[in-house]
């Protein structure tokens, strides 16, 4: 029977003379709205890790209080490791932790930034006594994310670690700066320092690839970045910015909106304000658009239409400011939701509005309510066609989507040359006749799935 791993070891002791620009401290370094000790802390938790070892060395008082303060605020679970020798190499600081922890544990860097799916496939690992095993990377020959003059190489040969080491001539795989270990990582790395002067963490990973007792787990795919330098940090930045987009963005979100809002969430991730306040604002500027289109005439007519555009791309920001900061809660993807079909509403009626005050023509009501139902089933439909779609295709993959950034996309352009019946006739059929598709396409996989049974 397998045990569920929860203890998690940070190395977070040494100095980062690398990023001194950006601090003094490496672990309290700001990465787009969290230092790295708290991303780190918060990315292990979201996998399933609820207990954590940190183990610091430079300026450590001041990186302790700062992590008291922490755990107290989130309810954490931290034991404090104090390194003395911490300008030596790293596996020492990993033999601070030797008293402490007794069983399976993860061990990790606080300046490696990572994909969630990394750890999860490592605490997934059935792992032996005496067995360490290490997350690679077998992308060897075009991963522009990688120093390799300073990254750490792995020869590995099915599925076990020959060597490891930076100064390796035959490799095939990175070292991500992830491990699943058993508590004979200690005795390896005093081996290691016994028999060949080598504290590294590397040194005592050798003593167990001696044995055959280091294996390799490849997480080829998922992002893993070393921040050692401001290049690095640069890099990851942009990287991890461009990684909001969602499955389920339409077309307008992953070419205009997303490009936009993530330059708007880089600023806004430095500051306190939260998702759901930036969930309530777009909604307001939503509010304060219709009411524009009720006042008539085109120039309060493209003033609204511009008001919603920004709003739509404000409202990409909540959940990149909640994924970038592990801030994501079922309340508010919910209080989003239910305030965008709140928007949705408004943003109509005043269109409604707006065109039945020049011309108190009836059809104006019947393609306004058409294009109002048609948004709402919309909304209301998509929530079992992105998961499906999710399930045939695959995270990474596209697909054709209409939803609410197309619709906002349709009143901006249409406000610009003055066509408020053409804006709605055009929601009215696209979501209607994209309704039926969702739903023709949900009824053949239901169908399926029944004779599958049957089967």
């Known amino acids: 029977m397998s045990v569920k791993i929860m203890k998690c070891l940070i190395l977070a002791a040494g100095k980062g003379s690398r990023l001194a620009a950006r601090g003094d401290s490496k672990p309290l370094v700001s990465f787009l709205g969290l230092t790295l000790i708290e991303r780190a802390i918060l990315a292990a938790q979201s996998c399933g ?59 990790m860097m606080v300046d490696h930034l990572f994909d969630r799916d990394i750890l999860v496939q490592l605490t997934q690992q059935q792992i032996q006594d005496g067995e360490v095993i290490l997350a690679v990377d077998s992308n060897v020959n075009s991963n522009s994310l990688v120093d390799i003059d300073d990254v750490t190489k792995v020869h590995i040969e099915d599925g076990k670690i020959l060597d490891i080491g930076k100064d390796v001539s035959e490799y095939n795989a990175f070292d991500t700066g992830f491990f699943l270990c058993s508590p004979s990582i200690f005795a390896a790395i005093e081996t290691s320092i016994d028999r060949n002067n080598d504290s590294t963490l590397s040194g005592g990973i050798r003593i167990l690839a001696d044995t055959g007792a280091a294996r390799a787990l490849d997480v080829s795919g998922n992002f893993w970045m070393d921040l050692d330098d401001d290049n690095a940090f640069r890099k990851a930045q942009k990287s991890i910015l461009g990684k909001l987009t969602k499955f389920s963005d339409g077309p307008v979100s992953r070419y205009l909106n997303r490009p936009i809002s993530t330059r708007i969430t880089r600023f806004l991730v430095k500051t306190k304000v939260t998702p759901n306040q930036i969930s309530f604002f777009s909604f307001l500027l939503c509010v304060i658009s219709s009411v524009l289109f009720l006042k008539g005439g085109y120039a309060t007519l493209l003033a609204g239409a511009v008001l919603a555009q920004i709003a739509s791309i404000i409202d990409g920001c909540d959940g990149e400011i909640a994924r970038l900061k592990y801030q994501s809660t079922a309340f508010g993807g919910w209080f989003d939701a239910v305030l965008d079909r709140y928007a949705d509403a408004f943003l109509l009626f005043g269109l409604i509005c707006h065109i039945y005050f020049l011309n108190d023509n009836f059809l104006y009501i019947i393609v306004g309510f058409l294009a109002l139902t048609g948004t709402f089933m919309n909304s209301y439909t998509a929530d079992k066609y992105d998961t499906l779609m999710k399930k045939r295709l695959g995270p990474e993959d596209d697909y054709f989507r209409i939803g609410r950034d197309v619709r906002i996309a349709i009143i901006f352009l249409g406000a610009l040359i003055n066509q408020i019946f053409l804006i709605l006739l055009i929601i009215g059929i696209v979501t209607n006749v994209e309704n039926v598709r969702r739903v023709l396409i949900l009824g053949k996989d239901e169908k399926k799935r029944m004779c599958k049974k049957e089967d």
């Open 49 to 107: 890790l609820t207990e954590f070892y940190v183990v610091t060395g430079c300026n450590g008082e001041k990186v302790r209080v700062f992590l008291d303060k922490f755990s107290r605020e989130k309810n954490l679970n931290i034991t404090h490791v104090i390194n003395e020798d911490w300008e030596k190499e790293n596996g020492l600081s990993v033999l601070k932790a030797k008293e402490l922890l007794d069983e399976k544990f993860i061990l």
